[in-house]
């Protein structure tokens, strides 16, 4: 299938000043040389524990946050390259979708507003297009004409993370960035809004970025998978892949500590020993050197490169050096 979105040698360091000069000391390597690709009208899941860059990475393809190098290429179009007023087109076509609902829906203006704004933004419609428009994504996402009245603080957190899908559908995208749309939803509701997500993915041909540190969701919504460790993708491959056989030691790690939905199944369980290393001074060589069980001395000396060691499963990991060469 088509390649919708090229991401390449993608990074964002942050200055690290401190003293009276604020002089800058050293970066925080929030997101370190990432590159991956997502094909049209497949979810690419991005996973990782805190701090790891995944929702840093997210702001940088939507140009919230500036690249400090790195090409993103959508739909052939280099949108790393362009200006301030070019970007604010092209998210028409690139929306996200965020945790908190609730936090990103102005709470003085009604949801029929809050819904119609993006259009305005983006100069598409006349007025009664617009409300037509409105209540056309109000249904689609489950909710009606009645609610368009009301104000954010009248619904529920479902709801909400509804309306929040409703407004980032308003420009017909054709790429959403969805940052932890379920984690601050209770467990019931979090199916619900995750299978509503599935069926508008079907229904209006959607390509979906989905972060999160669940890896439990990640799995049910995903095609593909990229783990992030300290601001690198360390693995990256189908999703079915990743959950029978990962071999990146700290997925390994991580999936150990995920409950296996089939109790015939045993995984060998992997303790991870230690806490994560702080991005502002990340360890040498393999970042998780100084907690991965299988570390040889190559690992504290170079930075393993992620590459494919089967068809479609790439892998940052000095263990699989042999099996390229
Ligand atoms: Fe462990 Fe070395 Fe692989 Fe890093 S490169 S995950 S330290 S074996
Ligand atoms: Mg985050």
Request: glycine fraction near 8%.
């Amino acid at each position: 299938s088509n390649v919708l979105l090229k991401v390449n040698g993608l990074k964002k360091y942050f200055p690290i000043r401190q003293g009276m000069l604020n002089t800058q000391v050293g970066d925080v390597k929030a997101v370190d040389d990432v590159s991956f690709e997502v094909f049209e009208g497949e979810t690419l899941g991005i996973v990782g524990e805190s701090g790891c860059g995944k929702s840093t990475t997210g702001r940088l393809l939507m140009r919230l946050l500036e690249p400090t190098d790195g090409a993103i290429e959508f739909d052939g179009k280099m949108i790393s390259e362009l200006s301030n007023s070019e970007m604010r087109k092209a998210r028409r076509d690139i929306q996200m979708i965020f945790q908190d609902p609730y936090a990103s829906l102005n709470p003085r203006h009604s949801i029929g507003k809050i819904l119609e704004e993006p259009l305005i933004v983006h100069g598409m419609g006349n007025a009664k297009e617009r409300k037509k428009k409105v209540l056309e994504l109000l249904e689609i996402v489950g909710l009606n004409e009645y609610h368009a009245k009301r104000y954010p603080h009248q619904f529920s957190g479902g709801q909400r993370q509804r309306i929040g899908i409703a407004r980032a559908l308003m420009t017909n995208p054709r790429l959403i960035i969805a940052d932890e749309p379920v984690s601050a939803l209770d467990v019931s509701i979090q199916a619900q809004v995750l299978n509503l997500l599935q069926s508008l993915q079907k229904e209006l041909k959607l390509t979906y970025i989905f972060i999160s540190h669940d890896l439990g969701v990640v799995r049910h919504i995903s095609n593909r998978v990229g783990v992030m460790y300290l601001g690198r993708m360390v693995e990256l491959t189908a999703s079915e892949d990743l959950y029978a056989e990962p071999l990146h030691p700290y997925t390994q790690a991580l999936l150990s500590s995920v409950p296996v939905p089939d109790p015939t199944f045993e995984r060998e369980q992997i303790i991870i020993t230690g806490d994560i290393p702080s991005a502002s001074n990340p360890p040498s060589g393999c970042a998780f050197h100084t907690r991965c069980p299988f570390k040889k001395d190559v690992c504290s000396q170079v930075i393993p490169k992620l590459q494919e060691v089967k068809p479609g499963h790439s892998v940052a990991c000095h263990l699989y050096e042999a099996i390229q060469h």
